[in-house]
T-cell receptor, first 113, second 112 residues
Framework: NAGVTQTPKFRVLKTGQSMTLLCAQD?????MYWYRQDPGMGLRLIHY???????AKGEVPDGYNVSRLKKQNFLLGLESAAPSQTSVYFC????????????FGPGTRLTVT | GNSVTQMEGPVTLSEEAFLTINCTYT??????LFWYVQYPGEGLQLLLK?????DKGSNKGFEATYRKETTSFHLEKGSVQVSDSAVYFC???????????FGTGTRLTVIP
């Protein structure tokens, strides 16, 4: 099993450009998440999905959109990148239940200039 | 609401020292509690968990006990190694919530 994979690993964007981050998992998990991690801020939840075709807003959704067209994939889009979106982005999927374990991808480091 | 508070870092210890990282939580009912570890340049991975009061989670020499009376889940290790240098996150999950609630993380550096 590859677990949770993310592409790309690194990206540099100019202000106003758009991009899509791809997350894929091969564990058949229903729940998937997108987080951003900034220095000293811990993890902040952007959007999440509880199943194919569903999405929901997290703590910091503004400036991002997501889609879950297939169960194994969860896409995060930035329509018009801003320097404030410079961060490391992590995708995760989760086993069901209250004690479900969350599995994280290796992260995407995004810089917006 | 649901929240997790971790001790401020960074923490620097010498090899073989005793480690404690404090974690307290706010939640109604009976959440499940977790410790995740993030090694440099990687994503988070589960270190240990506990699902009910007085449960002890353990893994790789780390332990944490679910204390409902003090709403705490402190992480301990008797003798740290250089390879334990990482950022440690405390987290909780609550019935009815679809996501985990994470603390801000505590950076541990172990020096030889």
């Amino acid at each position: 099993n590859a677990g949770v994979t993310q592409t790309p690993k690194f990206r540099v964007l100019k202000t106003g450009q758009s991009m899509t981050l791809l997350c894929a998992q091969d564990m058949n998990h229903e729940y998937m998440y997108w987080y951003r991690q900034d220095p000293g801020m811990g993890l902040r939840l952007i959007h999440y999905s509880v199943g194919e075709g569903t999405t929901a807003k997290g703590e910091v959704p503004d400036g991002y959109n997501v889609s879950r067209l297939k169960k194994q994939n969860f896409l995060l889009g930035l329509e018009s990148a801003a320097p404030s979106q410079t961060s490391v982005y992590f995708c995760a999927s989760r086993t069901p239940g209250l004690a479900g374990e969350q599995y994280f991808g290796p992260g995407t480091r995004l810089t917006v200039t | 609401g649901n929240s997790v508070t971790q001790m401020e870092g960074p923490v620097t210890l010498s090899e073989e020292a005793f480690l404690t990282i404090n974690c307290t939580y706010t939640a109604t009912g009976y959440p499940s509690l977790f410790w995740y570890v993030q090694y440099p340049g990687e994503g988070l991975q589960l270190l240990l968990k506990a699902t009910k009061a007085d449960d002890k989670g353990s893994n790789k020499g780390f332990e944490a006990t679910y204390r409902k009376e003090t709403t705490s889940f402190h992480l301990e290790k008797g003798s740290v190694q250089v390879s334990d240098s990482a950022v440690y996150f405390c987290a909780l999950s609550k019935a009815g919530a679809n996501n985990l609630f994470f603390g801000t993380g505590t950076r541990l550096t172990v020096i030889p």
